[in-house]
Each structure stands twice: as C-alpha cells, then as structure tokens.
C-alpha cells in the first residue's frame, strides 16, 4: 500500500480541485494530492534529480483506500533540506556497457558501409563499374564485360548449357554495352538519335565457334565490342570465357544495319549516329574469320528433313515487334535430325538473316545433312549440315550451316545409345 501511495504522488495526472475539499478524487485507487496541478508540475519533476529542493508541503496522502498511511522517510524534509546523492557502491561505479556495445557498434556500421563504397568504386583508372554491378567497361572504355552463373533451367538433357541460353548472353551483354555507355535511348538497343528518326538494329549474319559447353554452376565471362563494317553497318564480337580457369568457351562475330521502325527498310547510317558510336569502335578484326561461301539453295527437292507448322508465341517477340533472333536458332536446331541431336552437339554455325518474321507467321524448317569435305580430315566424325528457315508462303527467314562434333561418350551413354563396356 505504501508503494501505491508513492507511486500516486508521483504520476501526474491532468485534473481541477475540488472546491470542497482541495483533493481530486482519482481513479486509479485514492485520492491525488492537491498540491500536483493539471500540468503535471509537482513532486516528480523536481525530487527525481538528486540536490533539488523539496517543499514540505509534498506529502504522502494520509489514506489510500481508506487506509491510513504514514509520511515516507525520504519526504520528511525541511524547505532548506536536500537530498543526499546515492551511496558510491562498486556497482554503480561500473560503465553502462549497453551504451559502450550500441557505440561500438555504430562504428562497425559505418565502416562496413564505407568499406562498402569504397569496394563499389573502380580498383583501375581504366575501369567503369556499373551502379547495379550487372557489368563493366574495360580496357579504355571500349570493351564490356558481365558475368554469367550458368543456373539449372538452363542447361539440357545433355548435362551442358544450351545453345539458346548462350546466344541470349550475347543479347544481354550486347544490349548492356549500349546502356553502360549511355547510348540507351526509348528503344531497345537504339541510341538516342536512331530514336529521333525511327531506326533500329537488325542483325544481318551471325557466325558462332562453340570450343566448349558450360554445365551448370559454371560462371562464364562475356567480353564484347564493336567495329566499324562498311559504310553503314557495325560489327560486333563476343568472346566468352570461363571466368576460373580463362579458357575460351565460344567466339562469336555478327553484322548489324540500320532499319526504319515504321517502314521496315534498311536505312544509311546517318552522321549524328555515327558521332555517337564512332568513339566505341575497335579497330581489329573479328574473332572469327568470315565465313565467305555462299550457302547454296535449299528447297523440298534438296532437304532431308522438312518440320513445318512453327508459330511464334507473344513471348518470342521483343519490345520491337518481330521475332527475337535467338529464336530462329532454336527452331532451325529443331529441323535437324534427332540421333543427330543425341549423339553430336552444335561445334559452330554460320546464319544469314534474310527477313523478319511477325508474330502471325507460320514457318517451316528444313535441313540437309551435307558430307564431310575432303579438307576435314582432322575432324573425324564431324557432321555438317544447311539449314533454311522460310514461310509456309516460301519467303526465306534464315539460311545457315551448322558443323556438329561427336558428344562426350559418357554423355551419349547416359542416352542409352552405347553399349556398356565389357568387363
């Protein structure tokens, strides 16, 4: 009960006097002295700081609920009276360690986030690093360079990546490039001056060397840049790498034109543009050695395997209304034999692309599997094959030829077409 009372006379509580009696009846067990007003002014802000001045008026209620109770020690104190400070005791004599751990550990913080910041900066003056650390520009600002894990949803039956999920990693660096070196405009792949006059990018022929497949967990380098081709072309090369050991795992070259978004012609490459990219160029050659033949005519009468009924779906198409390229790779390797498929995997391909293809458009593929030149004798196994990718109306898409090599012989085992070894 004394500790009721106590605890009464030091919470302030917001209330008028009684005119009768000089007490507020209050609600919470008794009464409450008169001498604490309605702003809360009383014996807590003042006896709660050692060395203040005490009125003696301060008194404990003589009843609490009913009970009488007796003046408390501590208030028994004269109007020149003070209190005397706490004991000095061994334990109030020690630190606050909270306060010491929580300043000891905002400075952990904030080292961390410098540390942080100072890491997100370039280690070389010839180093951009992008603020989202998708990527970075390298050697004097001309070549891009990104990271890829090579996930589980991207590698086939074959244990190894597939072709589609490294030529959409060319896509991505490439599109990356242009927007590192803020080049982006509205469009995809455009620069802000194409987008002044409606022009955007085709891919005109594609040439990819595939030395080795990445499997899964795998982290490749992608390194790209881009030339000059011609008067009004660009060329731009990849060169993919594993990023533990830097051995090369695919090159590929491929030559880009101007096209009009609205008319759907090629176009010159106007001056303003090329003031734009012009700076980007590197002058060296591509990293695969043009491929020059000329693939020749592929109708019903010359293929070997015909796949008719393709369509694009919505999600073929990119933001430029026509189908992606990388999906014509996919339904030209769908034209080609299966125990091809099994037994052999894509070592390099050669595409020329001849028109777009719309999101309304029925396709056919057709391949032919061609004989081993004379000249690939040191190539043993290997299997070459033309492909055509047209409408059902006979308009030409793509025109390739792809070489394929034998697969690994545990890996073609795991198919079920070798028998088991013996013994």
């Not at 302030?12 to 067990?29: F, L, M, N, R, V």
């Not at 990219?277 to 010359?302: A, Q, W």
């Not at 595409?351 to 593929?365: K, N």
Request: glycine letters at 8%; hydrophobic letters at 35%; one cysteine or more.
């Amino acid at each position: 009960m004394v500790t009721m009372a106590a605890t009464s006379a030091f919470i302030p509580i917001a209330s008028q006097a009684s005119e009768s009696s000089g007490k507020t009846p209050g609600k919470i067990g008794g009464s409450i002295p008169a001498s604490i007003d309605a702003r809360g002014n009383g014996a807590m802000s003042k006896s709660s700081f050692p060395g203040l001045k005490v009125k003696a008026s301060t008194q404990a209620p003589p009843k609490v609920n009913g009970t009488k109770v007796g003046v408390m020690d501590g208030f028994k104190t004269d109007d020149n009276a003070t209190l005397s400070p706490p004991p000095r005791t061994f334990i109030n004599q020690l630190p606050d360690w909270s306060m010491l751990l929580a300043a000891i550990t905002t400075v952990f913080l904030a080292a961390e986030k410098q540390w942080m910041m100072l890491d997100w900066k370039p280690k070389r003056p010839d180093m951009l690093v992008d603020p989202f650390g998708l990527g970075r520009i390298v050697q004097d600002g001309l070549v891009y360079r990104q990271n890829f894990s090579i996930r589980s949803y991207e590698i086939g039956a074959d244990q190894t990546a597939s072709v589609e999920t490294l030529m959409n990693h060319l896509q991505e660096t490439a599109l990356n490039h242009v927007k590192t070196a803020g080049l982006l405009g509205d469009g995809f792949g455009s620069t802000p001056e194409m987008c002044k006059r409606n022009l955007i990018w085709v891919v005109t022929k594609m040439q990819v060397l595939v030395d080795r497949y990445p499997t899964w967990g795998d982290v490749v380098q992608v390194d790209t840049w881009v030339a000059a081709s011609g008067k009004n072309g660009m060329r731009r090369d990849w060169l993919v790498r594993d990023s533990n050991t830097g051995d090369v795992l695919i090159r590929a070259s491929s030559l880009w034109v101007m096209m009009n978004k609205e008319t759907r012609k090629l176009s010159k490459l106007p001056d303003e543009v090329r003031e734009e990219i012009g700076c980007y160029f590197v002058d060296s050659p591509p990293v695969v050695d043009e491929d020059s033949r000329k693939l020749p005519k592929l109708d019903d009468n010359t293929a070997d395997y015909i796949r008719t009924g393709l369509t694009p779906k919505w999600s073929d198409l990119d933001v430029n209304q026509h189908v992606n390229n990388v999906k014509y790779v996919g339904w030209i390797l769908e034209g080609a034999p299966l125990p091809l498929v099994e037994t052999h995997e894509l070592a390099g391909m050669t595409l020329e692309y001849r028109r777009e293809c719309m999101r309304d458009s029925v396709l056919q593929s057709l391949t032919t599997v061609l004989d081993n030149d004379s000249d690939d004798s040191s190539n043993p196994g290997h299997v070459k094959c033309q492909h055509l990718l047209r409408l059902e109306g006979g308009g030409e898409i793509v025109k390739g030829r792809t070489e394929w090599r034998p697969k690994n012989p545990c890996r073609v085992r795991s198919f079920g077409h070798l028998p088991p070894e013996s013994g």
